[in-house]
C-alpha cells in the first residue's frame, strides 16, 4: 500500500466509503493480473482489507478469462490450460471460505467464470480436431 493510501485509509469516513473500497479493489486486481501475466507469485499484504482482497481474487478469475480469449484466438493451448488452472486454484480457496452476503456473490461470479474458462478450454480443443 502506498504512502498515500495509508494515509486516507486512516481516515475512517474515507476508509469506509464505498467509492474508495471499489478502487482500492480494482487496484489489487489489477495488480493481481499483472503479477500473473508477469509470471511473479500473487502475494497478498496483511494491510489489505480481507473484503477488498477477496473481492479482487474473485475477479481476477474474470480477467483470465478475458486473457484466455486472447489466447485461445491464437491456438495457444498451453496458455489457457494454465490460466484455467489458476482459476481452479482460485474458485477452490474461495469456496473453502463458505462466504455469504456480497462476498458470496462475488464468489459466485468467480465459479461463473471459472464456467466459461472450461468452455473456451473445450472450444480450443474441438477446434483442434475438427
Known sequence: MS???KQLSAVPVIAQDGAWRAS???FLEARLLAAYLQGTSIVFLNQEDP???IGALSDLVGELVRQA???AVKGNKAAVEKMLSVGQQVVATLLEMDLTGGLRSKVDQA???LRRLEDIRYDLAMRSVL
Open 51 to 53: 473484503e477488498i482482497a
Open 69 to 71: 480469449v486472447m489466447e
Open 24 to 26: 482500492r479493489e480494482e
Open 111 to 113: 465459479k461463473s467464470h
Open 3 to 5: 504512502l498515500w493510501q
